[in-house]
């Protein structure tokens, strides 16, 4: 908890008398998966052209499905 407020690990391995900074590591990841907040609305585009596919993957859309010849891809937001 205390490194949600602080997001400084130096300062919550002294609390927790850590030696290592990598004991102190397993809480902090600990903390980002109790705390992750990705959203789950995604941008969403459609197209059957070979360069606009290539364009969409280059720019981290993910191939979802495809349905007579279009193809649908999405990004989280």
Known sequence: ????????PWH?????????????EIY???E??????????FHVKVT???EEIKTLLETGF???CQKDQLMFF???K
Not at 1 to 8: G, I, Q, R, S, V
Not at 14 to 22: D, F, R, T
Not at 35 to 41: A, G, L, P, V
């Open 1 to 8: 908890m205390e490194y949600h407020k602080t997001k400084d």
């Open 48 to 50: 059957e052209k070979p």
């Open 12 to 24: 919550v391995k002294k609390i927790l008398g850590h030696k290592s900074l990598h004991s102190t």
């Open 28 to 30: 902090i990841n600990i």
């Open 74 to 76: 999405r990004k989280r």
């Open 62 to 64: 993910e191939y979802i």
């Open 32 to 41: 980002q998966a109790i705390f992750e907040t990705e959203s789950d609305e």
